[in-house]
């Protein structure tokens, strides 16, 4: 067996799957011509069962495109089997057309992959897993929540999903650690547009709250839930989230919300020096433990 | 018929297209997510046939995705025949494994477009037609140095290739303006590895030369060559060429060599304020043309 990491593998992650899951790990030559090209080479001779590991951000197109020069070379070397793996996958929220003459983005850039018989994708807490099924994959997919908040080491008294989408992932947490579940109703207001949460739905006075997620982008959502928490009355609150597309903004939205900590998985490369209330958490054993269940390497 | 244009249509071409061909135009709304995630929408129904414009540079793998959502995007509006317009198609020149381990980078980024029954594409000078028709599409191939060197008005005695290659494109000129043609050979310096050009192969004394190639990007190629002959006696030297990627880098390099002029197609967007020896020729007549051969519109 052996795991081909791209360029948009977390360093952490990487490291992760070579200490604690002794994967055979091979990376390719790349670069990049001066017009922006990408450049791939795998110079080494490839057998049996191949696993290509791509994070699809940041830079989602160009590490989409990589992905597909890798699948590509990966063909030509004659590989037996391959799958993916995919910490983060691009373009799944956009998984059907919400108004017409809209694209379905999970089929526009997924399909590709399946010209190269491809049929299984390793991903974690993907957002729509019908959308990747649906064009023939099968799709281990990992959600990440418990093992986050028992790396975290935090008692709590209350899991919410910031909305009922959500809700299954919050529902997994409050079995695995046997403390109730609720999710959060928003409402929008007719006349401002604005979303907002009412406060007589909280009933969370005294207590500590974890706010389960799949993806922190601008950060809006979860602040906007921890603000009408602690105005309910909670005591803390702590943000359980499988994806964290920092950016500066975002780390200021929800350091403004005053949460109490951040606990999120390596699926994405991360800004150095996060500041000490964002815990970032290695997920490469929750991989290759799912992995292990199917595939003998 | 209807013309969807891309974000990466030069302006310049757009425009050409709508003033001289008289095209019915349809610009998606686009927009790009905070987290880097493009969108696209066509609101307006389409009926019948309909041609996607995109041009492939700068930022290759962003306006390939584009493409990707826009194709399916028509695809998912119904539309009856559909064919591509790409003035610059990117990832061409990696049309075979050179090294074992690369991959075709062309089937890799292409292939995906003919699961949207895309069957045809009109590109202005690919550099491997082979690359495309062997993923099954048709393509008709526009060669635009003919128009270019007479839009330059220039007299020109000998047309030149900058390699073997390239001969191909200099015979079609040389045969458009009854004047002879020529390649320049190289010799890679077997201790240095430095690409020279024998002086003793240059018999261009007193001659005003046009040297027609495919593509700039570092300039380096026109620059050897232009420094060459002005050092075999050339009076003066013109590049004659279908993609300028120019960069900063690029427009020194070409500025040093005193090439007298590079007449140079609108396939790509330029930067704005480009000095006056470098004149770009709008093609969309051209390729109004080659279409108008066999769609009816």
Redesign the interface.
């Given at each position: 067996m052996i795991f081909i990491y791209l360029s948009g593998t977390p360093n952490s992650l990487a490291k992760g799957f070579e200490e604690k899951c002794g994967w055979k790990v091979l990376r390719?030559i790349n670069k990049v011509?001066?017009?922006?090209?990408?450049?791939?080479?795998?110079?080494?001779a490839i057998a049996g069962n191949v696993a290509i590991i791509q994070s699809l951000?940041?830079?989602?197109?160009?590490k989409?495109?990589e992905l597909?020069?890798?699948?590509?070379?990966v063909s030509?070397?004659g590989a037996r089997t391959k799958f993916l793996i995919l910490p983060y996958t691009?373009?799944t929220?956009?998984d059907k057309?919400f108004?017409?003459?809209?694209?379905?983005?999970t089929?526009?850039?997924y399909?590709?992959l399946r010209?190269f018989e491809i049929d299984t994708i390793v991903a974690v807490d993907v957002h729509s897993i019908q959308s990747l099924t649906s064009l023939g994959f099968k799709v281990h997919n990992i959600l990440p929540h418990s093992h986050l908040l028992n790396a975290a080491g935090e008692k709590v008294d209350l899991v919410l999903a910031p909305d009922r989408g959500a809700l299954p992932r919050a529902m997994e947490v409050a079995k695995t650690f046997n403390v109730p579940c609720d999710y959060i109703e928003k409402f929008r207001d007719r006349v401002t547009g604005e979303i907002r949460i009412d406060r007589k739905e909280l009933n969370v006075s005294g207590m500590s709250v974890a706010i389960v997620d799949d993806i922190i982008?601008?950060g809006g959502t979860i602040a906007k839930a921890a603000h009408a928490l602690y105005n309910a009355g909670a005591k803390s609150v702590i943000a359980v989230v499988s994806h964290s597309?920092l950016?500066l903004e975002s780390i200021d939205a929800l350091s403004s919300s005053n949460i109490s900590k951040l606990v999120t998985a390596n699926t994405v490369s991360m800004p150095n020096n996060l500041p000490k209330w964002i815990q970032v958490v290695d997920v490469s054993s929750l991989i290759c433990s799912e992995i292990s269940k199917w595939v003998s390497y």
């Open positions: 390719p011509f001066p017009d922006g090209e990408q450049y791939i080479r795998l110079p080494e951000y940041p830079e989602q197109d160009r989409i495109v597909y020069l890798a699948v590509e070379a030509g070397r691009a373009y929220r956009q057309r108004l017409e003459g809209e694209p379905v983005s089929k526009a850039v399909q590709n010209l982008s601008t597309l950016s």
